[in-house]
């Protein structure tokens, strides 16, 4: 799996949309890219992915960039409780291989602030 | 429809106890993968088993390590005779299929060793 690259932390005013961004200069033609958070002590939680379209669900929206080497996920309103480290993570979709596994780099810490 | 369901939330072992980790996946759900999360690091895949069948184990250390996912019941990760270095976060996450589809991951488990 590709590589991902992402700021150690950011910080966001609540209310305000948090954009973050992910490096995947290396992902090949068939690699979709993940996004996940862990709040402190939980489980890590599915956010959204996408392959080269741009996607919008009831959490969050992922912009991929036309060349797909970078992609943003934009909270739209963030609250006080999307205070989490957040994990881009690229994966193939192919069933072969090891493709089911998820690789977490360290992420992101996104803090919301009142 | 309830999600990944681990239990015990928290469990402390002296040194040289076993350890009985346990999963039960979401409903309609027959893969199962176990991850490891060490203090203050990422999480990191151990182990990824099918119902009867472990299919990938190459991140389970060599020894006291072995998971289990019967056809009946939930999934168990066993660690014998423990260690300090076991403690950690122990996270299970199930899946409808491999392929293009989100993993859902449960509470976890805080293994603390004594």
């Known amino acids: 799996d590709a590589k991902t690259t992402q700021p150690t932390s950011m910080d966001c005013a609540e209310g305000r949309a948090a954009n973050l961004p992910c490096n995947h200069s290396t992902i090949s033609g068939n690699e979709y890219v993940y996004w996940y958070r862990q709040i402190h002590s939980q489980g890590p939680q599915y956010i959204i992915h996408?392959?080269?379209n741009n996607e919008t669900n009831e959490m969050a929206s992922l912009i991929i960039t036309e060349d797909r080497k970078s992609s943003t996920l934009i909270l739209p309103h963030a609250t006080l409780r999307d205070t989490a480290v957040y994990y881009c993570?690229?994966?193939?979709?192919?069933?072969?291989?090891?493709?089911?596994?998820?690789?977490f780099g360290k992420g992101t810490l996104l803090t919301v602030n009142p | 429809n309830a999600g990944v369901m681990q239990n015990p939330r928290h469990l402390v072992r002296r040194r040289g106890q076993e350890a009985r980790l346990r999963c039960s996946p979401m409903?309609?759900?027959?893969?199962v993968y176990w991850y490891r999360q060490l203090p203050e690091e990422g999480l990191k895949f151990m182990v990824y088993?099918?119902?009867?069948?472990?299919?990938?184990e190459s991140g389970m250390p060599k020894e006291r390590f072995s998971a289990e996912f019967p056809k009946e019941g939930p999934s168990i990760l066993r660690i014998q005779q423990v260690v300090r270095g076991d403690s950690a976060a122990y996270f299970c996450?199930?899946?409808?299929?491999?392929?293009?589809?989100?993993?859902?991951f449960g509470q976890g488990t805080r293994l603390t060793v004594v």
């Open positions: 993570i690229v994966r193939s979709p192919n069933s072969g291989g090891s493709n089911y596994k998820l690789t």
């Open positions: 996450a199930s899946s409808d299929y491999t392929g293009n589809t989100e993993a859902f």
């Open positions: 996408g392959l080269k």
């Open positions: 088993l099918q119902k009867e069948n472990i299919i990938d």
């Open positions: 409903k309609g759900h027959s893969h």
